[in-house]
């Protein structure tokens, strides 16, 4: 069975620019949830999606946002790239909502802005 | 306020000894924690998921524990080898509801040592 996969691995981008990642969950996962993880400030949850419909937000400025698709698949992009938004991003499916039951991450995307 | 705190925030051990992870939470309603294993730049592995009615959880080396009156949770690792060197993070879920999130600790950064 295919884990949750991330794409990209690593990506370095400038100031001001904007990033797109990508999440496939495992098959039969219906929520995707996206966290940041610095060393300063730990895992810091993001925004949570279960069946196309975001079910909750963390705090984070509007240049974070994200979508999920019909097949479960999700994106979130950050515009106006800021340094300190140099980060790994991490997401998660699970069968039901986070807060249920376990999550399987995948192996994030390395984020760097220069 | 809804906090979970671990503690220590690193340890050192020898190969072949034991150690325990220490969780504490102020999380309030309850309904389940969660360990979590994390290698250097990979994602978060599931370790034990635990309700408030149960004590006890292992997962083969790994035992955690939880006492819901006292609001703590300690990850007990047997016989510990160098694949045990990651960060053990401790998470809490407050209700099945989605309009809660779930509240992260800051992690134990474990380090075995031949």
């Known amino acids: 069975k295919a884990g949750v996969t991330q794409t990209p691995r690593y990506l370095i981008k400038t100031r001001g620019q904007q990033v797109t990642l990508s999440c496939s969950p495992i098959?039969?996962?219906?929520?995707v949830s996206w966290y940041q993880q610095t060393p300063g400030q730990g895992l810091q949850f993001l925004f949570e999606?279960?069946?196309?419909?975001?079910?909750n937000k963390g705090n984070f400025p509007g240049r974070f946002s994200g979508r999920q698709f019909s097949n479960s698949r999700s994106e979130m992009n950050v515009s106006t790239l800021e340094l300190g938004d140099s980060a790994l991003y991490l997401c998660?499916?699970?069968?039901?909502?986070?807060?249920?039951?376990?999550?399987?991450f995948g192996e994030g995307s390395r984020l760097t802005v220069l | 306020k809804n906090q979970v705190e671990q503690s220590p925030q690193s340890l050192i051990i020898l190969e072949g000894k034991n150690c325990t992870l220490q969780?504490?939470?102020?999380?309030?309603?309850?309904?389940?924690l969660r360990w979590y294993k994390q290698d250097t730049g990979r994602g978060p592995v599931s370790l034990t998921i635990?309700?408030?009615?149960?004590n006890t959880k292992s997962n083969r080396r790994y035992t955690a524990t939880l006492d819901a009156d006292t609001k703590q949770s300690s990850l007990h690792i047997t016989a510990s080898q160098l694949s045990d060197s990651a960060s053990y993070i401790c998470?809490?879920?407050?209700?099945?509801?989605?309009?809660?999130?779930?509240?992260f600790g800051s992690g134990t950064r474990l380090l075995v040592r031949p």
């Open positions: 998660a499916s699970s069968l039901g909502l986070a807060v249920t039951g376990e999550l399987f």
């Open positions: 098959s039969g996962h219906r929520s």
């Open positions: 999606y279960f069946s196309e419909t975001q079910r």
């Open positions: 969780c504490n939470y102020t999380v309030s309603p309850f309904s389940n």
């Open positions: 635990m309700t408030f009615s149960e």
């Open positions: 998470v809490v879920s407050p209700n099945w509801d989605s309009s809660y999130k779930l509240i």
